[in-house]
Antibody, heavy 118, light 109 residues
Framework: QVQLQESGPGLVKPSGTLSLTCGVS?????????WNWVRQPPGKGLEWIGE???????NYNPSLKSRVTISLDKSKNQFSLKLSSVTAADTAMYYC???????????WGQGTTVTVSS | QSVLTQPPSVSAAPGQKVTISCSGS????????VSWYQQLPGTAPKLLIY???KRPSGIPDRFSGSKSGTSATLGITGLQTGDEADYYC??????????FGGGTKLTVL
């Protein structure tokens, strides 16, 4: 069974770049699958950030597209999220997940909290 | 404001049945599969239903899903106190975007 684990800085300064990594264990990033990032601001609902296919194709939330990059590192069996020009509105719990919004994301990481503050 | 509309809260007594609605449009629910997620307090979301009405292995048949037109419904029978959670619907939008509902808080009285 695939397991996912997020990692990265818990505090990012305003106007900086948020960088997170999702480690994949129990399976290969190169399997036929999509890999996602989802976030949840404190006390609010879920927001899909974007997805990447194992071959590198990406789709991003239009509201974040200009600031988001999702990439793969197959040598480390992990995928990453970069979100630039962050503000306090980007403070949230960030989750990585496998699967697709189109037919269900079946495996989720435990999440990592990111706070944007000076 | 979420693309998919869910009631903010629902409640029912233990042992009873509850339904949670999710309303969208032809660009999302109307032409794509719907999935449902359960988020227990302080935990990551968990897939409950995929492809409108299929249950992943390990999800009890007390949970069911259906879809009609541009709306979907999650049903939970035999309510237990452990079902108290936030429930989210999700689907794909034809603008190449994943979308969630705003979430529904279930209270088991």
């Amino acid at each position: 069974q695939v397991q996912l684990q997020e990692s990265g800085p818990g505090l990012v300064k305003p106007s900086g770049t948020l960088s997170l990594t999702c480690g994949v264990s129990g399976g290969s990033l190169s399997s036929s699958n999509w890999w996602n990032w989802v976030r949840q601001p404190p006390g609010k609902g879920l927001e899909w950030i974007g997805e990447i296919y194992h071959r590198g194709s990406t789709n991003y939330n239009p509201s974040l597209k200009s600031r988001v990059t999702i990439s793969l590192d197959k040598s480390k069996n992990q995928f990453s999220l970069k979100l630039s020009s962050v503000t306090a509105a980007d403070t949230a719990m960030y989750y990585c997940a496998s699967g697709r919004m189109a037919d269900g994301m079946d495996v989720w990481g435990q999440g990592t909290t990111v706070t944007v503050s000076s | 404001q979420s693309v998919l509309t869910q009631p903010p809260s629902v409640s029912a007594a233990p042992g009873q049945k509850v339904t949670i609605s999710c309303s969208g449009s032809s660009s999302n629910i109307g032409n794509n599969y719907v999935s449902w997620y359960q988020q227990l307090p302080g935990t990551a979301p968990k897939l409950l239903i995929y492809d409108n009405n299929k249950r992943p292995s390990g999800i009890p048949d007390r949970f069911s899903g259906s879809k009609s037109g541009t709306s979907a419904t999650l049903g939970i029978t035999g309510l237990q106190t452990g079902d108290e959670a936030d429930y989210y619907c999700g689907t794909w939008d034809n603008s190449l975007n994943g979308v969630f509902g705003g979430g529904t808080k279930l209270t088991v009285l």
